[in-house]
């Protein structure tokens, strides 16, 4: 039986995933077109094994890996001229294919011409931000940042993302209790900005870089213009930090899940916007995937327990080794070998004890999962208003006194 869709959110939603699909087939295409970029193979394992242990290390998120190691290609290799771009986006396709991060046989030279265009682009940006006095740190932090996003939309085009955090920021500026999440005049000015950022940061797990790349696209924000561009860039660092965007954040978390099943199905379900269409299909495969997304759950608490002891064990013998075996050798004039293993083994060992606390949520929380989904797509039924807690509220100081003497 086929509905035809009731909601604004959901010709919003269909709208916004139906030009993502459009603009990510182009991207595709062009990556595809002219004469393909051969990788060779020598040095492949050595780097993707390298870049397997850094990312242990540094305990990024998954979705981050690949900006990440853009973002550390050209901290090593940009050059703040336009000039000596020239090359450098086959030189990154070239590593980041070597490291494992792309599939060799994808990118033409077309493609890289124009990653070292971007650069060119933005090398003139960094020059002009320090001529405005910008400092060298925050210049170049932008830069980076803008920089890499940037380039990994073309090398891993994903707009559905965007066009699902747009639609959600939608939903929670529609349903959220305004009035108790606001404390000043402030806050009233930023809420809605606050709250885009929020929708980032707890559905999608968006870092600044992220964030700062889509509100630069979402307000048409250009270069050109750049006393606007440095008090854009610093307006984003200070609500991405701020009280109202974590109170917002918070508030998203605790009511995204039904969105966050979602997301998944952006990633899952190709024809999604086709999906969205029929009401009772798109229900069905909305159950299906959070039957897959449960059966995730533990493959996925599994994974991340692994990265957290692997992180944890990695920065612990560096510490143990690096400080206190020459401590004890220089000191005590031998290896304290049981505080050593001590402190060694209790961190990833008592990680690895947190495992057994963590469920699978039940079968009532699917249903309730599915109910949401149904009513702010389908229904014109309004959602109950969350109970959200007074922004006002503070922490009684009996609280916070213990919390600093046990702290």
Do not use: C
């Not at 974590?246 to 999906?275: C, D, F, Q, W």
């Amino acid at each position: 039986m086929t509905a035809q869709p009731t909601s604004s959110l959901l010709n919003l939603l269909v709208q916004q995933l139906q030009a993502a699909a459009a603009h990510d087939d182009d991207v595709r295409t062009h990556n595809a077109s002219g004469e393909i970029i051969q990788v060779p193979g020598t040095g492949k394992r050595i780097s993707t094994a390298y870049e397997q242990l850094r990312n242990a290390a540094e305990y990024t998120e998954e979705h981050l890996l690949l900006q990440r190691a853009i973002k550390r290609f050209y901290k090593r290799s940009f050059s703040f001229t336009a000039r000596a771009m020239h090359g450098i986006g086959e030189e990154l396709i070239v590593e980041l294919t070597q490291a494992g991060y792309l599939r060799d046989g994808l990118f033409s030279k077309h493609t890289a011409h124009n990653i070292s265009n971007l650069s060119q682009t933005y090398a003139q940006t960094f020059s002009r931000l320090r001529d405005a006095g910008v400092s060298g740190k925050d210049a170049s932090e932008w830069i980076f940042q803008l920089l890499s996003v940037e380039i990994e939309g073309i090398l891993n085009p994903h707009t559905h993302h965007n066009a699902l955090s747009y639609a959600a920021y939608q939903h929670f500026l529609e349903i959220f209790p305004k009035e108790t999440l606001i404390t000043s005049v402030k806050d009233e000015v930023s809420y809605e900005l606050s709250l885009y950022i929020a929708v980032h940061q707890a559905l999608l797990k968006s870092d600044i870089s992220i964030v700062r790349l889509d509100l630069m696209r979402m307000y048409q924000q250009s270069t050109e213009d750049i006393a606007a561009f440095i008090e854009f860039n610093r307006s984003v660092d200070t609500l991405y930090t701020s009280q109202l965007t974590g109170r917002l954040r918070r508030a998203v978390n605790k009511y995204g899940a039904p969105l966050r099943i979602l997301k998944s199905m952006t990633e899952g379900h190709p024809r999604l916007p086709e999906l969205l269409a029929d009401r009772d299909a798109f229900l069905d495969a909305y159950d299906q995937q959070i039957s897959t997304e449960y059966k995730l759950v533990k493959n996925r608490l599994t994974k991340g327990i692994v990265k957290s002891i692997i992180f944890i064990f990695i920065t612990k013998v560096i510490i143990g080794v690096g400080i206190e075996v020459p401590y004890d050798i220089l000191v005590i004039g031998e290896i304290a070998l049981i505080p050593l293993i001590i402190n060694l083994l209790f961190p990833p060992l008592y990680m690895a004890s947190l495992r057994l606390g963590l469920k699978i949520p039940t079968q009532a929380n699917a249903f309730a999962l599915r109910d949401y989904i149904d009513k702010i797509l389908y229904t014109h039924e309004s959602l109950a208003i969350p109970p959200l807690r007074d922004a006002g509220r503070s922490v009684p100081f009996i609280y916070k006194l213990l919390y600093g003497v046990l702290f």
